[in-house]
Structure formats: C-alpha cells, structure tokens
C-alpha cells in the first residue's frame, strides 16, 4: 500500500519518484525510530512527531522549474539561505520551511543537516 500511494504521488513527475528515494533514504538513515506515514497528498515523517513532509506541487506556478518535489521541514529557528522558497512560523518559535528539490545534488550537506535538526526537534533518538 505505502509503494502503490508513492508511486501514485511522485510517478507523474519526471525524476520525482528517484528524488523522493533519495529523501527516503536519507530520513531513515537518521534513526529506526523514522516512521513514514503516507497521505493522499504528502509523505510525511515522524519521530515523535512528524518532522518532514514531502509532496509533489498541486499545479505549475511560474519561475519554478519544470519537474520537482517539495520538501518542508520544521525547525525551532527560521532559515535564511536561497533554497528556502516559503516560509511560515504557524506558532511562537516554531518555523516551516518549503524547499524546492529538483535533483538528487539538492540533498547536499547543509540541507542534509537540516533535516537531522528536525529529526532531533520532532524527538528523534538515532545516532548520526
């Protein structure tokens, strides 16, 4: 079931279904207490709670590239760098941030250790 609403949600998108393995892969690295929990619209990650939502766009916008996922993460501090397309503080001290991946290379080390942040923000107890 979980394979059969990824490949619903990213096998449209050229490339999308490799670049949200490599987001996978990446997130399950970071501890065996990773859950996935699959969406009709969103992947989402959880430690004790959910740290990482990936998704494909809802429709074409202008000045965004033709193929890409989108991967929000949540942090207690809000980021400043030119990956970060939209971010919103839905409470006090708490930041989202939506970053376009359009390529297995976007996952570079900065945005690598991004997504351990939120692992450790959302309760995450693996060893990296």
């Known amino acids: 079931i979980m394979n059969e609403a990824i490949d619903r949600l990213f096998g449209n998108i050229p490339d999308g279904l490799v670049l949200y393995e490599n987001i996978e892969s990446h997130l399950l690295s970071l501890g065996e207490d990773v859950l996935i929990r ?11 709670r959910s740290f990482v939502w990936v998704w494909p766009p809802i ?8 193929s890409y996922v989108i991967l929000t993460l949540g942090l207690r501090r809000r980021l400043e760098d030119r990956r970060v397309v939209e971010v919103v503080e839905p409470r006090p001290g708490r930041w989202t941030h939506h970053l376009l991946v359009t390529h297995p290379d976007d996952l570079d080390p900065t945005v690598l250790n991004w997504l351990e942040e939120a692992y450790r923000l959302a309760g995450g107890c693996g060893t990296f």
């Open 38 to 48: 699959p969406r009709k619209t969103q992947i989402s990650f959880a430690a004790e």
């Open 59 to 66: 429709r074409r916008m202008k000045n965004r590239p033709e």
